[in-house]
């Protein structure tokens, strides 16, 4: 039972992380429709700012938080204005290039990086001196908790924000008819820069709360990128509660997944539910829900 | 025929080549080259052509070493009787991954090929038994001079070169063409788009694996990681056929004429001219300015691939045009 | 205009006339080629780059002292980019353009794997320095020397320790998914059963994992005496912070080298990693002369502390010179034939290429094991090199 118990808690914590890193994706692809190979890579920019004002400043990552996210706000922002929004003016055979141009923005960051960090490991070290807590012999894990309530808490607020806000209802507008938007009087391309610098912002947010967990070095980004992916479709395009949702159900199978059959096919199990949300439930959870 | 001299002369050239150059390293670059024209030809036809934009390319890639080198290694056989067979396994590898991907469409496709591509380096890695998981299969070389593998290389090369041109000069062409632009309207006119689909991602899957089983045999070793590598292989492929232009018969060889020279460009520094220089002005700041050079090789793939998709959408085929205007202006410019 | 042409050219010359006074000291005449092939980028420059170092700190210092019969030592580093294909034609560039007549590095087990067998095939020894995996020197490859122990004998100072004081009945053996760590599983877990310990879980797991929980909490389910694990720095320190996490507490664990040995596994890991055990290949404590010498050495030029990869970099150049010295002439065949005679000490060890088991060219060295005690790696086994005593039974996890 303890075991279970574990992996269950283990799943859950872990899928709060990963529904912070899903959010970004989910609102960016829902949008704009198109995949950012680059996600993982504005997640590590987040992860080193906040490494550098932890090492330089003594800053608590937790405290960095506003600024990494300030930051990748702009990068988004920068990069959708200048490098991805001039694709669409751009007469080509196959509208993927948005994808690659991404590949090839991913890669610049990650080398930057590299360039000025070089590849070694670098860690910060978790800000609370007794990193876990336990309830009746199960232990939690101070920093993931803290990640899932502020995934729980970004979601609610992303949420309000979509709904409630003018802002918000222009970018879920351009998310259902880019063109109808258009005719309305929506600058749709100004929603879409928006928008990436959100979701780069959210991403961000992920990043930093990572990084007393994790470890960072520029090639950190791939792995996390996918997860995105698989929890984005898991979830549907677009919905912010399906982004919790599938953080959650990834965490909770790679968890069990971990413990009941093996660690190693840990990474597969992430990849064959993704095959099976994409072929049987292709609207993911929002379909199921209309949320 | 006037439209194929260009071609024809450059296929003259191939043939001459390990003759001139001697040096083992360029002739190794050229074979790279060679393999890269037969791997993006096929990409080509699946995602230029029929507009099945595919990030799981490797699939076949690796399919087709691990049968050439499964064959060697379990059964003792040649690997050069892989070359027959790597092709046709990665085309039984096709259906499944058709079957599964292609009831979708756009980003979906893509993600889900992406998914494909990941599951079969799991597989190749976790299943020891059968692939000898992360030891992977070396075999020693059959020959050591590289000239047989150059020429092998070439023939698959104009294999695969040739193959894009008859097919897409063939009615098939057509209906891969109207799926790519269309696909319900050529399924409303009467084109059953399931299955030329299929027949796309069968030739591309066995052009593919072709190009995987001469790895295996030139390389003589791969392990899960080299041969299924998602960055090192799918992504390299369409980065090979959007660089030279996809939707093109010659965009491919193009694509992986630039992509292999620069990339081996900045890895060696200017094929050591870098280092040459530092020897000639052992400045620290030379120095420097040269170690960064090298390291920055990957960092100067990214930019490019920025720059032409920026620039050049189509291509340097497709867009030769306008490359030729912009290299003739600037010319004019100066002068 | 011309006034700065003429100060270019009166710069051009004083870098030629200093450069050229650089090698006037040590050795002169031609320089010998030696290659040497590492990550430089990628994910294990990081390694990389202490060998790098070791090799230009071992080659000024031959240099200096006359080099090889007068003539200095030119090391021609190139890249593999972590990768086998890249190093693969690194060192086909390597022996084609550079012509070098003996190559040395060689990081991890699979790139090192496939770039001996083009060494093979073109016939050009290849002094190997860290890459492990076994199959290497059992490949019957007349033209490849190994320096440093094969990842089976990595445990081989853990198994006395084992043996006379733990006597422990069950293993959980943890590794990660690449070459090093699949071939270095299989062979521990057939010596523990040889020793007589039941191998009650052997896992592996795909390096760079965030959560180990579920996989701990399954070895502590199934509560094995010793706990081995094979795994590179950042997913070692992630082990056993979550260990401690978990509360669990076997009687100890042990690493199989690679990260558990690195400063960097105690920063990250903090105090769980204290009382953890390893297997290691070299410290600056063994009793070989120079070898001291060579950790203070390398701590004041380069600012940060060396361990067992650079110790075989350094040995390695060493052991190539010597090689170089006596070869009867200049060329890879002779040099190959002057490395079978290699009887010679270095930091790293004795150096003496042997046949045993199923292995040719192997050097035969024994490997210690050690302890994390308050943030400092002391040697505990054998007990004659040991520089503190060893601290067994480990008190559990303070909660």
Redesign the interface.
């Known amino acids: 039972m303890d075991v279970f118990l574990q992996t269950l808690v283990s799943g859950v914590l872990t899928g709060g992380l990963y529904a912070l890193i899903g959010l970004g994706m989910t609102l960016i692809m829902g949008v704009m429709n198109i995949i950012n190979l680059a996600h993982g890579q504005l997640m590590m920019v987040a992860m080193y700012i906040t490494f550098v004002l932890f090492h330089y400043l003594g800053l608590d990552p937790y405290f960095a938080l506003p600024v990494s996210c300030t930051f990748l706000f702009f990068l988004g922002v920068f990069i959708q204005r200048y490098l991805l929004n001039p694709l669409m003016q751009v007469e080509s055979i196959l509208p993927e290039n948005q994808v690659l141009m991404t590949v090839g923005i991913g890669m610049v960051l990650t080398e930057i990086c590299r360039f000025i960090f070089t590849s070694n490991y670098k860690s910060v070290p978790n800000p609370y001196s007794s990193p876990t807590f336990f309830i009746g012999g199960i232990s939690f894990s101070k920093a993931m908790c803290t990640a899932f309530v502020l995934a729980v808490m970004f979601t609610v607020a992303l949420f309000w924000f979509l709904l409630k806000t003018d802002l918000g209802r222009s970018i879920r507008a351009v998310a259902q008819d880019g063109e109808a938007a258009r005719l309305m009087g929506i600058d749709a391309e100004r929603i879409k820069v928006i928008t990436m610098g959100i979701g780069s912002m959210l991403v961000a947010a992920a990043g930093t709360m990572l990084m007393p967990i994790f470890y960072l070095f520029p090639d950190i980004g791939g792995p996390f990128t996918r997860k995105a992916f698989v929890i984005t479709i898991l979830g549907g395009l677009g919905s912010t509660v399906g982004a919790i949702f599938g953080g959650v159900t990834l965490g909770l199978a790679e968890a069990f997944g971990a413990t009941y059959i093996g660690k190693d096919y840990e990474d597969m199990i992430g990849l064959i539910m993704f095959l099976l949300v994409l072929l049987f439930l292709p609207g993911g959870f929002k379909r199921l829900t209309k949320v | 025929m006037k439209e194929n001299a260009g071609p024809l002369i450059v296929l003259g050239i191939l043939l001459l080549f390990p003759w001139v150059i001697t040096d083992q390293y360029y002739q190794h670059l050229m074979i790279l080259v060679l393999m890269w024209v037969a791997i993006g030809s096929g990409w080509n036809l699946i995602a230029g052509y029929t507009g099945q934009v595919s990030f799981g390319d490797a699939a076949f890639f690796g399919t087709g070493a691990y049968a050439a080198g499964l064959l060697a290694f379990k059964l003792g056989i040649s690997a050069w009787w892989g070359l027959a067979l790597g092709g046709l396994m990665a085309v039984v590898i096709a259906f499944p991954f058709g079957w599964i991907c292609f009831r979708l469409r756009g980003a979906y496709f893509a993600l889900a090929t992406l998914a494909l591509n990941e599951v079969m380096r799991h597989i190749a890695t976790i299943w020891e038994s059968l692939t000898g998981g992360m030891v992977g299969i070396l075999l020693m070389q059959t020959f050591v001079s590289k000239i047989p593998y150059y020429y092998v290389a070439l023939v698959i090369a104009v294999i695969a070169v040739v193959t894009v041109q008859l097919v897409m000069q063939s009615r098939w062409g057509y209906y891969f063409v109207s799926i790519r632009e269309d696909q319900d309207t050529a399924e409303s006119i009467g084109i059953d788009t399931h299955y030329y689909k299929m027949i796309s991602l069968c030739l591309a899957a066995y052009l593919t694996g072709l190009a995987g089983s001469l790895y295996m045999n030139y390389m003589s070793f791969i392990d899960p990681h080299i041969v299924f590598s998602l960055h090192d292989i799918s992504i390299m492929a369409i980065l090979v056929g959007i660089v030279g232009g996809v939707g093109t018969v010659y965009g491919p060889a193009v694509g992986a004429f630039v992509m292999v020279t620069v990339s081996e460009l900045f890895r060696t520094g200017g094929f050591g001219l870098v280092d040459s220089v530092t020897k000639a002005i052992p400045y620290p700041a030379v120095m420097l300015a040269a170690k960064y050079i090298k390291e920055a090789h990957v960092f100067t793939f990214g930019v490019l691939v920025i720059l032409v998709i920026l620039f050049l959408p189509n291509g340097i085929v497709g867009d030769w045009p306008k490359l030729r205007r912009g290299l003739l202006f600037w010319r004019r410019q100066k002068a | 205009m011309k006034r700065g042409l003429l100060c270019l050219v009166a710069a051009?010359a004083v870098?030629m006339i200093?450069?050229g006074t650089?090698l006037a000291q040590g050795a002169k005449g031609e320089p010998i080629k030696v290659g040497v092939v590492l990550p430089?980028?990628?994910?294990q420059?990081?390694f990389g780059e202490i060998e790098k170092n070791s090799f230009v700190m071992g080659v000024e210092e031959i240099n200096k002292a006359g080099g090889v019969n007068g003539r200095p030592i030119e090391l021609i580093v190139e890249?593999d980019?972590s990768?086998?294909?890249?190093g693969?034609?690194a060192v086909?560039?390597l022996?084609?353009?550079d012509k070098v007549i003996v190559l040395t590095g060689g990081y991890a087990s699979?790139v090192t794997?496939?770039m001996a067998?083009v060494a093979q095939?073109?016939q050009v020894p290849f002094v190997v320095n860290t890459g492990s995996?076994d199959?290497i020197t059992e490949?019957g490859w007349d033209y490849v020397f190994r320096i440093n122990p094969p990842v089976s004998e990595y445990p081989e100072g853990l198994k006395g320790f084992l043996q006379e004081v733990v006597k422990p009945t069950s293993v959980a053996i943890l590794y990660e998914?690449?070459?090093f760590?699949?071939?270095g599983s299989k062979e521990f877990a057939a010596d523990a059963e040889k020793m007589g310990l039941k191998v009650l879980m052997k896992?592996?797991?795909?390096a760079?994992?965030?959560?180990?929980?579920?996989?701990l909490?399954?070895v502590r389910?199934a509560n094995p005496d010793l706990v081995y694990m094979i795994s590179y720095?950042?997913d070692a320190?992630?082990l056993m912070?979550q260990a401690k996490?978990?509360?669990f507490n076997p009687k100890l664990f042990v690493g199989g080298a690679a990260g558990f040995t690195l400063p960097?596994f105690y920063?990250?890991a903090?105090d769980a990693a204290d009382n953890v055990f390893s297997a290691t290949l070299w410290t600056e404590n063994v009793p070989f002369p120079g070898a001291r010498d060579y950790y203070d050495k390398y701590l004041t030029r380069f600012k940060s502390p060396t361990e067992y990869h650079g110790a075989e970099a350094y040995a390695a150049i060493y052991v190539v010179a010597d090689a170089l010295k006596r070869a009867k002439e200049l060329a890879p065949k002779a040099v190959r034939e002057s490395l079978i005679d290699t009887d010679m000490m270095t930091v790293f060890g004795p150096v003496k290429f042997i046949a045993y088991g199923k292995k040719k060219q192997q050097n035969r060295l024994p490997t210690y094991l050690v302890q994390w005690q308050k943030g400092m790696l002391e040697t505990v086994w054998p007990k004659d090199v040991a520089t503190k005593p060893y601290v067994y039974p480990v008190p559990p996890w303070k909660?």
């Open positions: 051009f870098a200093a450069s650089c430089l980028t990628g994910t420059a990081a890249d980019a990768k086998a294909d890249v693969r034609s086909e560039k022996i084609s353009r699979s794997y496939a067998a095939q073109r995996a199959n490949m998914n690449t070459l760590g699949q071939s896992q592996g797991y795909e760079g994992g965030l959560d180990f929980k579920p996989l909490i399954n389910a720095v950042m320190a992630l912070r996490e978990l509360n960097e920063k990250n903090g909660k």
